[in-house]
Every structure is written in C-alpha cells, then in structure tokens.
C-alpha cells in the first residue's frame, strides 16, 4: 500500500522515481476458485500524522492486521495505490521454481481516494513566524544512466 507524496518528492518511493511512499504490506489469500474475486476490504480513517518507514508505527493511522478476514486501514485525504499480485508459495530449495525472482505475478494496481472527515487538527498551533513556511525545492540533477 502506497501513499501519494508531493509531485517532485520521490526520496523515499521504492524505485526513486515515482512520488508514492509505501506505507505498509500486508499478505492476503486468493479465493481457491480461480474465477471469485479477491474481496478487499477498506477502511478510511482521518490521520492528520502518517509516519513512514516504520511498519510497527503508522502514526495516527491504525495498524492493518496480516489477516485475511480484516480490513486494510487506509488515509483519508490522500491518494492510495494498491499493488495486488500473487505471490506462490515457499520454495527455499528452489527444487520446484528455480529462482525466488519467479514466485511473484504481474502486479495490478488499483488506485482509492476518499475525502476526510474532519480536518480541524490537521495543522498544529504555531506561534505567527512558523504560521507560513515555505520550501523551495530544486530538481534532481539528470540521471546518465
């Protein structure tokens, strides 16, 4: 699960290239009836703090539990992009794949958006020099690759 960052902000995406920041992964199984959908549930939730990096610590949004019957909690006012592939099963030996690279599918992304709440305590009181801050950001220079 990934979290749309400002346009030119691509610091912490997994490919530094596209601005979204993975938040958090979780496993779900597919139905045993290959033709049934994969039934995901959401749940929004208003999160005026998200922190990154630390899977254990999502800030003011809930944990999403690695089970199959709960729902993901997802960000209010943000854009969200799902990543959903297969993934097969263990094969340490390699006897059955040959190699791990082979175990994952073509992932499908599927992109949500829901507006929040209640913004009221997005922004924390500052004193009236920090009330409006600015930061100029300049691009990367040219890959040469």
Do not use: W
């Amino acid at each position: 699960m990934e979290v749309k960052a400002p346009e030119m902000d691509t610091f912490l995406s997994f490919n530094n290239r596209d601005a979204f920041y993975r938040l958090f992964s979780t496993t779900r199984k597919f139905p045993d009836d290959i033709t049934a959908p994969l039934d995901l549930q959401l749940t929004f939730h208003d999160a005026a703090v998200i922190k990154f990096g630390d899977g254990a610590d999502l800030g003011d949004l809930p944990l999403t539990a690695n089970d199959d019957a709960s729902p993901l909690q997802l960000p209010t006012g943000r854009k969200i992009r799902i990543r959903v592939y297969s993934l097969c099963k263990e094969d340490s030996t390699l006897a059955y794949f040959g190699s791990d690279e082979v175990r994952t599918g073509k992932p499908v992304t599927i992109d949500v958006r829901e507006d929040a709440q209640d913004e009221r305590n997005l922004f924390v009181n500052q004193s009236p020099t920090r009330e409006f801050q600015s930061v100029l950001l300049q691009a990367d220079p040219p890959s040469l690759a």
